[in-house]
């Protein structure tokens, strides 16, 4: 089946500094979503995307939907010690009706 | 809006117990979703639902039912528990199949 590639497993970032993460697959995805999960929460969406080339942002995140349709990207800008958590990618198939996930990239910042 | 509410938020269950996982949606929306989720994983889906009196498997359904009576509830059953059972489990709803809303999860520890 579809698989999502997430990278980096996991940052270690001092405030203030900006951040990249991304999810790729060999598959074409219609849709991508990113989600945060905080400790002992569920996770929370923080941006959907649905065109290729789509670039959407929500306060500091800002995230693209890959031209090729088959990865996306998550940037944090200037980080602060609430952005700690896991950040999933998510992604809609093709040809497919239920969400594939990535493994996570587990964020630490330190002040 | 309550959102994605579940119950218990944590449960100790010995080995061929069985119990049901709660969870209700307040949003009208017809996709409901229950995942596992394993320690530095990502979720796993287990069953999901596009509508009242409709289910149907996901990835890993084996050890587990459901049911969808009403649009806002989807209750989770195990009905003998086994030790690979422990896990969280977050119920997730959509107004679609793209965009899903999570709830804060059960702790299910199985021993």
């Known amino acids: 089946g579809q698989q999502l590639n997430q990278s980096p497993q996991s940052m270690f970032i001092q405030e203030g500094e900006d951040v990249s993460m991304n999810c790729t697959s060999s598959?074409?995805?219609?849709?991508w979503l990113w989600y945060k999960q905080d400790p002992g929460e569920g996770p929370v969406l923080l941006i959907a995307?649905?065109?290729?080339?789509e670039l959407t942002s929500n306060g500091r995140l800002t995230a693209q939907f890959g031209i090729t349709r088959k990865d996306s990207f998550l940037n944090i800008s200037a980080s602060i010690p609430s952005d700690v958590g896991i950040y999933f990618c998510?992604?809609?198939?093709?040809?497919?009706?239920?969400?594939?996930f990535g493994a996570g990239t587990i964020l630490r910042v330190k002040s | 809006n309550a959102g994605v509410t579940q119950t218990p938020k944590f449960r100790i269950l010995k080995i061929g117990q069985s119990m049901t996982l709660q969870c209700a949606q307040d949003m009208n929306h017809n996709y409901m979703y229950w995942y596992r989720q394993d320690p530095g994983m990502g979720l796993k889906l287990i069953y999901y639902?596009?509508?009242?009196?409709?289910?149907d498997k996901g990835e890993v359904p084996n050890g587990y039912n459901v049911s969808r009576s009403t649009t806002e509830d989807f209750p989770l059953r195990l009905e003998l528990a086994a030790p690979s059972q422990t896990s969280v489990y977050f119920c997730?709803?959509?107004?679609?199949?793209?965009?899903?809303?999570f709830g804060p999860g059960t702790r299910l520890l199985v021993l």
């Open positions: 995307l649905y065109k290729a080339g």
């Open positions: 997730a709803s959509s107004p679609y199949s793209a965009a899903q809303y």
């Open positions: 598959s074409i995805f219609n849709t």
């Open positions: 998510a992604g809609l198939p093709e040809y497919g009706n239920k969400l594939v």
């Open positions: 639902s596009v509508g009242a009196g409709i289910t």
